[in-house]
């Protein structure tokens, strides 16, 4: 007899245990918020997170084209907009090139990939091939790491311009603006994923897909501080 499925406040409590295992964490991480991070280490990590940047509209793109839902679609299509831009919004990619100029990284050298690690290649294109292959649902659940991302980006902002002045402080708009669209988003994948893994199974397999997600940006994080050092 399979076991009863965990009411929707503890299948929640359960996804958000597992903030444990967010990047905020990794040591690589902790050094950038912290303030010890060379100039060096600051471009890589910007450099490389430029890729994951690049990929955000392709996973996306990827539910959509696998969800039949109407409803589910123009919900979602707007996290496209949102890194492609639309409008008078140049959009979040061209947010994180603003930053790559705050940091000193000439936007065709970034753009160009030449600074990008190979294990951070092979995560980012771990997560995009899971979007185009897994069940939509599966795919929108791999995005509830924006539950924790809220207070990575406050830490930057809150800390980067006092440990490292010589950043143009303009160039941290990007984290601003995703503080308030993670949350948005977030609301939405939340409320998909409490609906449409209903039985104890499909709580399981919620888990281990949110803990795939985690493991790619853990993942991302590790081949930057093998590449650039951590520094203590």
């Not at 009863?4 to 050094?31: D, K």
């Not at 450099?47 to 979602?76: M, S």
């Amino acid at each position: 007899m399979s076991e009863a499925a965990w009411t929707r406040a503890e299948f929640e409590s359960r996804l958000r245990e597992h903030g444990r295992a967010y990047h905020i964490h990794h040591p690589f991480n902790v050094m950038l918020n912290s303030g010890k991070a060379t100039r060096e280490q600051i471009r890589g990590w910007v450099a490389n997170r430029f890729y994951y940047q690049i990929n955000i509209p392709l996973k996306d793109a990827a539910i959509l084209a696998n969800c039949e839902e109407r409803a589910v679609r123009r919900h979602w299509v707007q996290r496209i907009l949102d890194h492609d831009g639309c409008g008078d919004d140049p959009g979040g990619i061209e947010s994180w090139l603003r930053l790559a100029a705050a940091v000193g990284l000439p936007g065709a050298e970034v753009e160009s990939l030449a600074l990008l690690l190979p294990g951070v290649r092979f995560a980012v294109d771990a997560y995009v091939n899971f979007a185009r292959r897994a069940p939509w649902p599966e795919a929108v659940c791999a995005s509830l790491t924006e539950l924790f991302a809220p207070e990575i980006h406050r830490q930057r902002l809150a800390g980067w311009p006092q440990h490292y002045p010589w950043i143009d402080a303009a160039g941290l708009s990007y984290f601003q603006a995703r503080i308030g669209r993670a949350q948005r988003d977030v609301e939405f994948a939340l409320a998909v994923t409490l609906e449409r893994f209903d039985t104890r199974a499909a709580q399981e397999r919620a888990l281990e897909v949110l803990k795939f997600k985690l493991d790619i940006l853990w993942q991302m994080n590790d081949a930057m501080a093998l590449a650039y050092g951590v520094t203590q």
